[in-house]
């Protein structure tokens, strides 16, 4: 069960875009299009912006967008924000077997 | 608005056992599944186990198969997660979390966790 592949840190300034990647393999994140993306604070338990690759639960802000491209998955933040300062997650389904798998996690700093 | 209230963590010894629970309110708890994941100090998130709505599909990742076991009691709304044989490697907060259906596992709602420490 290896995780999905995050860079560690991301950094944009306010009002910018940050666009953080996900790698997987054929067996999650390119096998089946059941890519989410969580958001932790420090201390906090994790939020849900984005499920099933591209879309976002009721509340969460159209700034957040999802993509995906082969093996590869993609969350952008626009218009950046001192709140969206942050630890974000990627997951993927993975099969009945290894059902979800997370990403190693990026730091995102709002300068 | 669904509220989940996670119990059950301490400090255990190495082999202990310990049984974590997670009740649920504002929601009908037994048409969703549940999972539990975890993060160890300073470390991402891994998941652990899931539930189906019945009950009867439980898969739980390989680090924990043979010593963790995931149930639920629909009559009392909770969750339970049965940890034996602990090993140092287990220490972590446990965060329980509901499924939103048809997404592929995605986790829509959290608890606060409950942290489990494992030490001698």
């Known amino acids: 069960q290896s995780a999905l592949t995050q860079p560690p840190s991301a950094s944009g300034s306010p009002g910018q875009s940050v666009t953080i990647s996900c790698s997987g393999t054929?067996?999650?994140?390119?096998?089946?299009?059941?890519v989410s993306w969580y958001q932790q604070h420090p201390g906090k338990a994790p939020k849900l912006m984005i499920y099933?690759?591209?879309k976002r639960p009721s509340g969460v802000p159209d700034r957040f967008s999802g993509s995906k491209s082969g093996n590869t998955a993609s969350l952008t933040v626009s218009g950046l924000q001192t709140e969206d300062e942050a630890d974000y997650y990627c997951?993927?389904?993975?099969?009945?077997?290894?059902?979800?798998?997370f990403g190693t996690g990026t730091k995102v700093t709002v300068l | 608005e669904v509220q989940l209230l996670e119990s059950g963590g301490g400090l255990v010894q190495p082999g202990g056992s310990l049984r974590l629970s997670c009740k649920f309110s504002?929601?009908?708890?037994?048409?969703?599944?549940f999972g539990w994941v975890r993060q160890a100090p300073g470390k991402g998130l891994d998941w652990v186990s899931a539930?189906?709505?019945?009950?009867?599909?439980?898969p739980h990742a390989d680090s924990v198969k043979g010593r963790f076991t995931m149930s639920r009691d629909n009559s009392k709304n909770t969750l339970y997660l049965q940890m034996d044989g602990l090993r140092t490697e287990d220490t972590a907060i446990y965060y329980c979390?509901?499924?939103?259906?048809?997404?592929?596992?995605?986790?829509?709602?959290w608890g606060q966790g409950t942290l489990v420490t494992v030490s001698s």
């Open positions: 979390a509901k499924d939103l259906p048809g997404s592929g596992w995605s986790f829509d709602s």
């Open positions: 504002g929601l009908t708890f037994d048409n969703f599944a």
């Open positions: 539930i189906n709505p019945g009950g009867d599909f439980t």
């Open positions: 054929s067996s999650d994140v390119g096998g089946y299009n059941f």
């Open positions: 099933e690759v591209n």
């Open positions: 997951s993927s389904y993975g099969g009945i077997n290894n059902l979800k798998v």
